[in-house]
């Protein structure tokens, strides 16, 4: 999974405080996508964004997350006032821009999550 | 009823076995599928994936998609003890937009 990187890998937070996730995707990808994975669940699909702009959030809650993708810098999904509900790992994709169907692309390249722990 | 279905296992089979691993889906609009293996503490990584019904085979793996009775699957053949990772299914409508992932299959396989 080289190539988008994410960091922390882990970070423990208390009840009530603020978590922020990076996300530098691949070179060259404009594309971010971010995803929710509970034990014993598949990953959940929660925004997609490209540069300055999120074109699908219908997976993010309605409430405490937020998620960017400046122009310059990483991706950040936000959560702010964390329950122990939020405790999951959260994965981060990438994609090119205009990727057409065929040939050997990848259409999404993951990096190795955040696991995010309330205490 | 969930979009992807996926059998979470355990599956385990001997070294060198042929795995079938499946998945279906209720969605008719999805029209691209994807296998993903997933090693424990890591990102998942692509593996195959297929626009449409039809097989793809990339080495020991085959997709096989068949749209008409809604049902996905990937093969592995002469398995291997490096193979032992979950293994989940992914559905989209678009190619590049939210992928609807199977909650995953854990495979070991046994030297």
């Known amino acids: 999974n080289a190539g988008v990187m994410q960091n922390p890998r882990h970070l423990v937070r208390r009840r009530g405080q603020e978590a922020r996730l990076r996300c530098s995707p691949m070179?060259?990808?404009?594309?971010v996508y971010w995803y929710r994975q509970l034990p014993e669940e598949g990953l959940k699909f929660m925004v997609y964004l490209q540069k300055e702009n999120i074109i699908d959030e219908s997976g993010m809650p309605k409430e405490r997350f937020s998620a960017e993708f400046p122009k310059e810098g990483p991706s950040i999904l936000r959560i702010q006032q964390v329950v122990r509900g939020d405790s999951a790992a959260y994965f981060c994709?990438?994609?090119?821009?205009?990727?057409?169907?065929?040939?050997?692309?990848?259409?999404?390249?993951f990096g190795d999550g955040t696991r995010l722990s309330i205490l | 009823q969930k979009e992807v279905e996926q059998d979470p296992g355990p599956l385990s089979v001997p070294e060198g076995a042929i795995v079938s691993l499946n998945c279906t889906y209720s969605n008719s609009a999805f029209q691209y599928f994807m296998w993903y293996r997933q090693y424990s503490r890591k990102g998942p990584e692509l593996l195959m994936y297929?626009?449409?019904?039809g097989n793809k085979e990339d080495g020991r793996f085959t997709a096989q998609v068949d749209k008409s009775s809604k049902y996905i699957s990937l093969f592995i053949r002469d398995s291997q003890p490096s193979d032992s990772a979950t293994y989940l299914c992914?559905?989209?409508?678009?190619?590049?937009?939210?992928?609807?992932f199977g909650p995953g299959t854990r495979l070991s396989v046994l030297p």
């Open positions: 297929t626009y449409s019904s």
């Open positions: 992914a559905c989209a409508r678009n190619y590049g937009q939210n992928f609807v």
């Open positions: 070179k060259g990808h404009s594309h």
């Open positions: 994709a990438s994609s090119p821009r205009g990727q057409g169907v065929g040939g050997n692309n990848q259409p999404q390249h």
